[in-house]
């Protein structure tokens, strides 16, 4: 008898399963439910679909809706959400407009993703707060943008290097939040003249990074004229009835507080703004799974096994909905980003066809880019994290050429790297250059070590590449390595 698979989410693990599983057993049914319009899609995209980069929302689409129905055979329901699961009977219940369906399945795949988190303060229903979490928050933002700087037509996001003169910009407007997607979108935001302020509780924005990385990344947004607010806890986006901040005049507000924002409340000060992005990280969509008795972990993801499954047998989870494996610490972690849901749904994809396929572990590797500078980070930085690891961490940063000395260009790279004392095992770093001196790439020969378990010996003596135009003999990467060995 034919086999179903049921997937629920549509976008890099849902579809990345469901492909893959119809790929290599054509005789699966695959139903992919999914609440939304869109399928397939690359939210990475959206900051530069604002800023421009982008021109239409359907590039960001890396296979329709009709091709995946048409040419793969998929039966794909979009509009169609999954309201309920039942482990026993094997059946999701979804909801569209107009009809409820009850779809039994063989294995079911949780691909639910996650969603933007709201901080916990006043005001972040009002007008003029956004999110950038879907393709409609990417959209609502771009006609935000088109909007307020008169019908800008997006063809030419052209201010020379940076907002130079704040007396010229639009705005202001206000970004909670200094990790990738509030740097992102700074630069976005930026590029249209408006005046960016940026809002971060801590000490330091991209704080999964070395100090040393975000305290360059710091100083190079205040050279591009962002106004950086650092350990700036804010307590309320005021509107026009003010409650601590606003100047009385924004927006018609009423006593619920949802008229439009107009200043952003700290301790400290009360910033005028006329528009607030908030990007304060993701909380994992894990309301279907737990009202189905499946389990989250202490991250609060999905819990799983080194297969995806979950406690529910045959009912796996993928992607920013659910846990992995650390690769260095080996305990369960909450890391979503976009590779690890390609990579765990296509695993889904092999074991319910038959070849049982790890998902394999997540080292926390991330990069961003913001103006002209670019970062990396990968594994464990964090003193503290490392103790709790068992291990005890000593940590060095070096200043390197990116190019050779004689080479006509080329900067600095800048690179953290983490080891344990006493076995030299590589536990992480942190790297930072001109956007394209590098970082980034460097970044994957320590993801490399970090896979390996491997030493910071091991490393020095890493084969790299080497070419005057790309790096010094000694790239930045082994000359951390030696210092810490
Ligand atoms: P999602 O992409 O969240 O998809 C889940 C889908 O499930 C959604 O389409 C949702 O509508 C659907 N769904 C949820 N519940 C239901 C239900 N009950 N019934 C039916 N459908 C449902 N990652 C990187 O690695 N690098 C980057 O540079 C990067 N940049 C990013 C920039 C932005 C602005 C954003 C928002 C994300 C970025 N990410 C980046 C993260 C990356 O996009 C995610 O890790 C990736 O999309 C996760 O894929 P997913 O399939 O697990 O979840």
């Known amino acids: 008898m034919t086999e179903t698979l049921v997937v629920v989410g549509g976008d890099a693990a849902g579809m990345s399963a469901a492909s893959k599983a119809k ?28 800023k421009g980069e982008i021109q239409s929302l359907e590039s960001l689409v890396s296979v329709t809706p009709e091709e995946f129905r048409e040419q793969r055979d998929i039966d794909l329901r979009t509009g169609h959400e999954v309201i309920s699961v039942d482990p026993d009977e094997r059946t999701v219940t979804a909801k569209s407009e107009s009809e409820t369906v009850v779809q039994s399945y063989d294995h079911l795949l949780l691909a639910t993703g996650a969603e933007p988190v709201m901080p916990d303060i006043e005001g972040t229903e009002r007008e003029g707060v956004y999110t950038l979490g879907s393709m409609s928050d990417g959209k609502e933002l771009r006609e935000y943008v088109a909007r307020a700087r008169d019908g800008e037509t997006f063809s030419q996001p052209d201010r020379g290097p940076a907002c130079q003169y704040l007396e010229d910009c639009t705005g202001p407007i206000g970004i909670v939040g200094g990790g990738y997607i509030g740097l992102e979108m700074a630069e976005a935001l930026a590029e249209h003249e408006f005046e960016v302020h940026l809002f971060q509780r801590g000490e330091r924005v991209l704080t999964q990074f070395s100090e040393q990385t975000s305290e360059t990344v710091a100083t190079h947004l205040r050279e591009q004229d962002v106004v950086v607010h650092l350990e700036s806890d804010v307590r309320e ?10 100047d009385g005049n924004g927006g018609g507000d009423g006593e619920d507080g949802t008229g439009e924002v107009d200043s952003v409340v700290t301790d400290d000060e009360s910033v005028s703004v006329d528009m607030v992005l908030v990007g304060t990280g993701v909380t994992p969509r894990t309301a279907l799974a737990e009202a189905a008795g499946i389990e989250c972990g202490e991250t609060g993801a999905i819990a799983t096994d080194a297969y995806c499954e979950t406690n529910v047998g045959d009912v796996y989870a993928a992607g920013d909905c659910a846990e992995a ?23 889904v994809g092999q074991t319910v066809t038959g070849t049982p396929t790890e998902g394999g572990s997540i080292a926390g590797t991330a990069a961003v880019k913001t103006f002209d500078i670019e970062a990396a980070r990968t ?5 503290d994290d ?18 050779a000395g004689y080479y006509p260009e080329g900067g600095t790279v800048t690179v953290t790297l983490c080891a344990d004392r006493d076995s030299g095992r590589v536990l992480g770093a942190s790297l930072v250059s001109e956007y394209g001196e590098g970082a980034v790439h460097r970044s994957h020969a320590i993801v490399g070590a970090l896979e390996e378990g491997a030493t910071v010996f091991d490393l020095e003596n890493y084969d790299l590449a080497y070419a005057p135009p790309f790096n010094t003999t000694w790239d930045p990467v082994l000359v951390a390595a030696k210092v810490l060995s």
């Open 386 to 403: 490392a103790r709790a690891a068992g291990f005890d961490p000593v940590t060095e940063t070096v200043d390197a050429k990116s190019r």
């Open 237 to 246: 986006l005021a509107g026009g009835n003010g409650g601590g901040g606003g």
């Open 379 to 383: 594994g464990i930085l964090d003193h």
């Open 23 to 50: 790929r290599d057993d054509p005789d699966l049914e695959v139903v992919v439910f999914e609440k939304g319009e869109w399928v397939s899609y690359g939210a990475c995209g959206l900051p530069y679909y604002v």
């Open 325 to 347: 494996t650390h690769t260095v610490t080996g305990e369960p972690a909450y890391v979503p980003l976009a590779l690890t849901a390609n990579r765990h749904g296509r695993a």
